[in-house]
Nanobody, 115 residues
Framework: VQLVESGGGLVQPGGSLRLSCAAS????????MSWYRQAPGKERELVAA????????NYADSVKGRFTISRDNAKNTVYLQMNSLKPEDTAVYYC?????????WGQGTQVTVSS
């Protein structure tokens, strides 16, 4: 299993970023995918999740209405569109898949929201 995130960077408050996670090594279309984040000194938290077919999603309360998770099963890729970014969104963002009882993680991509 390999998960490779990209798309992070430095953005001003109110700005937008789109994260991507390219997956390989497992039947991507069969599994729910998630995005987590971890800010310095804080625990890793679930940001958004999407079921295998893409028809159902859920979000942390802190990002509802601002972030959108989506997936392209033909490209084995999951996305996180982040709008109206706030300084408190600053964190390393990780792509995740749970296969049976094992959680797999990417290397993470840094998102910094600052003026």
């Amino acid at each position: 299993v390999q998960l490779v995130e990209s798309g992070g960077g430095l953005v001003q408050p109110g700005g937008s970023l789109r994260l991507s996670c390219a997956a390989s090594g497992f039947p991507f279309s069969n599994y729910a995918m998630s995005w987590y984040r971890q800010a310095p000194g804080k625990e890793r938290e679930l940001v958004a999740a999407i079921i295998s077919g893409g028809g159902s999603t859920n979000y942390a309360d802190s990002v509802k209405g601002r972030f959108t998770i989506s997936r392209d099963n033909a490209k084995n890729t999951v996305y996180l569109q982040m709008n109206s970014l706030k300084p408190e969104d600053t964190a390393v963002y990780y792509c995740n898949v749970r296969i049976i009882a094992i959680y797999y993680w990417g290397q993470g991509t840094q998102v910094t929201v600052s003026s």
